[in-house]
């Protein structure tokens, strides 16, 4: 009779556990929630258990909401708890055609609220619940023709039709707006963002890519690539699942090796990495069955937690030491390309590529027979070099006209300082000096690359109500990689700057003649560049329009204004 209550706890305990089995538990293994399902679990959750909360953070492009849930077993305000712990953040369904994420998830938090995973004492967890609800709401069967399961499940693009994970610079979503500000409020010190892999066929369920080294320091950037990713993949391993880096290879097999992938800030984890935050992108094998990918995706997010509990210290360690590289003065690279000299061998476990007649047009056709499985050594390039450097300034000057610019340098909580009054400052400026732009619009822009600057000291006056933004201060990558031109996900690649490409006032040609002679007639300097100009360059000699607007363009006729970056630096 002892027994008894200790039976009717088990039943009770049973019973409980039931009624907090997430959707996709319920389910058939291949299903996956829905977003009013996915509230409903949370919000149930967040009434039931004081360790977590569930609250609206921000909006969609179609003004759905985008929800946060937060396991803090110290259950106080985030502000005030996380003072002497580490954050774990994580985010779903970007594309929410690759939901593993959101059903994991939804099971990790369930599994710390009920105690089935021991609380951690210093990790609290975070996590958007699904970043892209207008997509996750776009439900149907047939978007990923690649994918294997589940059987329904959102769209890629969101409501406006962005790829959302191509937005966290260029800020054109109310998404990326709303994520920026939630990472600023939960100022996270590892961050993990769901997906599912495109590509060619393996024997991985598990891929990644881990946040660049290059990118995000060399202190931060060894030591999660050297220690901690290792000792979460070994963790992995051992609950079944091997992995390798992200292969970004979409046809054959990678016989002679591939490279690590470089996360640009456009991409969540490079975004992660300008407020010097390690970052994992899960990227579970597209064609693996739905449950192992979610498990796969729940025990990594799980192994991170462990870890940070038991390394919150260090990791928080790592990170100033981190910040100390980014001093103004210093120097810092806004441009990289791949070190091919520089690799690991890496054991791939891949799946023989071959060729057939294709049923559709009778061609050769790629196919990888997964009964001729095979392990190889391939080199796996994972080093990047500088091709581009800048000296960090002590401040940036944005006029208040840069409206766009000041309106995200305050989401992400940059320190600006107003002028108080009119005042005539020695700057650097920039001249755009060269720019290639892609044919095709992509994202919504027409992308520049390959930019090149003239730089000049000048006295520029601004006005009272222009801001100093000093760089000493934790936004300090955020800056140069959004301020400084050449940078490959700058503000002016990304054409927030074009009008500043187009000349506004023009002249005629045969009223200018006149002027443009007697400017070569009373200026003997000007004279003599003009006549050097020619001597040097025969196509200009021999080009009589040519030369009249290099008259004109170094004249005091020719407006300041044009290919003159607006933003100036104090060094």
Do not use: C
């Amino acid at each position: 009779m002892k027994q008894l209550p200790m039976l009717f706890f088990l039943l009770a305990f049973s019973i409980g556990y039931a009624q907090q089995l997430t959707p996709y538990e319920r389910g058939n293994g291949n299903q996956t929630t829905t977003f009013d399902q996915m509230r409903a679990f949370y919000n149930g959750l967040s009434q039931q258990y004081p360790s977590i909360s569930y609250e609206t953070k921000g909006t969609d492009d179609n003004n759905a909401p985008i929800d946060v849930v937060i396991f803090n077993p110290s259950e106080q305000p985030l502000e005030k708890s996380r003072k002497d712990k580490s954050v774990l953040f994580i985010n779903n369904g970007i594309h929410p055609g690759e939901p593993d994420g959101i059903d994991a998830t939804m099971m990790l938090m369930r599994d710390l609220a009920i105690g089935k995973i021991k609380s951690p004492k210093n990790v609290i967890v975070a996590a958007i619940a699904s970043y892209n609800i207008s997509g996750m709401l776009n439900r149907a069967s047939f978007s990923r023709a690649n994918q294997n399961g589940p059987e329904e499940y959102g769209f890629r693009g969101n409501a406006r039709n962005y790829d959302l994970n191509r937005d966290f610079i260029k800020t054109d979503s109310k998404n990326s707006r709303s994520f920026q500000q939630i990472f600023q409020w939960i100022k996270p010190d590892v961050f993990i963002d769901n997906h599912v892999s495109n590509g060619a066929d393996y024997q991985y369920t598990f891929t990644y890519i881990s946040t660049n080294k290059e990118r995000l320091g060399k202190v931060l950037g060894n030591y999660f690539n050297s220690e901690m990713q290792k000792v979460l993949l070994k963790e992995l391993k051992e609950s079944g699942f091997i992995s390798v880096p992200y292969v970004n290879i979409h046809n054959d097999v990678p016989d002679i090796g591939f490279p690590v992938f470089m996360d640009s800030p456009r991409y969540a984890t490079g975004y992660a990495s300008l407020f010097n935050v390690i970052g994992t992108v899960v990227e579970t094998h597209m064609l693996k069955s739905y449950p192992d990918r979610v498990r796969a995706t729940y025990h990594y997010m799980l192994n991170n937690l462990h870890y940070i509990d038991q390394n919150y210290q260090v990791i928080q360690q790592k990170r100033a030491e981190n910040m100390a590289q980014y001093k103004v003065g210093n120097t810092y690279s806004i441009g990289w390309e791949l070190d091919s000299s520089k690799y690991e061998k890496l054991d791939f476990k891949g799946f023989e590529a071959k060729y057939k007649a294709s049923d559709v047009s009778s061609k050769d056709r790629l196919w990888y027979d997964r009964n001729a499985k095979f392990s190889k050594q391939v080199k796996l390039y994972d080093t990047y070099a500088p091709t581009k450097k800048i000296t960090i300034p002590t401040y940036y000057v944005v006029p208040q006209s840069e409206w766009k610019v000041i309106d995200l340098l305050q989401i992400n909580q940059i320190e600006m300082i107003p002028l108080k009054q009119d005042s005539l400052i020695a700057v650097e400026q920039y001249r755009i000096k060269d720019f290639k732009t892609v044919t095709r619009p992509y994202e919504g822009h027409y992308l520049h690359y390959d930019t090149e600057v003239f730089r000049e000291t000048k006295y520029v006056q601004f006005r009272a109500g222009d801001f100093l933004v000093p760089l000493d201060q934790a936004g300090v990558k955020f800056l140069l990689e959004t301020l400084e031109p050449e940078a490959i996900d700058s503000y002016f690649n990304w054409n927030f700057f074009d009008a500043i490409l187009g000349q506004k006032e023009y002249y005629s040609a045969y009223v200018f003649e006149d002027t443009a002679a007697k400017l070569l007639k009373d200026n003997k300097a000007l004279k003599a560049a003009f006549d050097k100009e020619k001597a040097n360059n025969p196509a200009f000699a021999d080009d009589g329009r040519a030369q009249l607007d290099w008259v004109y363009k170094h004249s005091d006729y020719y407006e300041k204004s044009h290919l003159l970056y607006p933003i100036f630096r104090v060094n």
